[in-house]
């Protein structure tokens, strides 16, 4: 059957490339704070350079952990197809237990909470494709999902 993308193409860049540019931009920046580009001997600035290090530095770990949980989706009315890139899972539809959207964060993404513990996890989180206007409206893929699974728990 013909499996249909359901996470954005955006997924790659949102969890391998991002992370890698916002550390080398911090990196950059402490650099610059550090070297004669920066605040003089004797100044404050040392400080401020090591706050925003440490700003960086956490703001990193929490993308890293974002990153890591974010997945590939696709489906084809009969399974979620989950990839984290290096492994692929078949998820049966019938198993969906809800599905949410978290819009107050860019990109927002989906969870999908599953009846049982996969090999990822209880619950699968995806970034959804872009739409404009997302913040204001709630995504028709919430409810398709749920329709599927529905659907797939009655055997049609």
């Not at 650099?31 to 920066?38: A, H, Q």
Request: aromatic share 16%.
């Amino acid at each position: 059957m013909y499996r249909r993308r359901v996470s954005s193409l955006q997924t790659f860049w949102f969890k391998f490339l991002m992370p890698v540019m916002f550390a080398g931009v911090g990196a950059y920046g402490v650099w610059l704070g550090l070297t004669e580009v920066g605040p003089r001997p004797g100044s404050d600035g040392r400080l401020l350079v090591v706050g925003f290090a440490v700003m960086c530095g956490l703001v990193l770990l929490l993308h890293l952990w974002l990153a890591a949980e974010i997945k590939r989706v696709e489906t084809d009315g009969e399974f979620l197809y989950v990839s984290n890139y290096g492994r692929e899972i078949a998820v049966p539809l019938a198993e969906v237990a809800g599905v949410w959207e978290m819009r107050w964060m860019q990109p927002y993404w989906m969870t999908i909470r599953l009846n049982y513990a996969s090999e990822f996890g209880d619950r699968i989180i995806f970034i959804p494709p872009f739409r404009w206007g997302a913040f204001w409206l709630p995504n028709p893929l919430v409810d398709e999902l749920l329709d599927m699974a529905s659907r797939a728990r009655r055997g049609w």
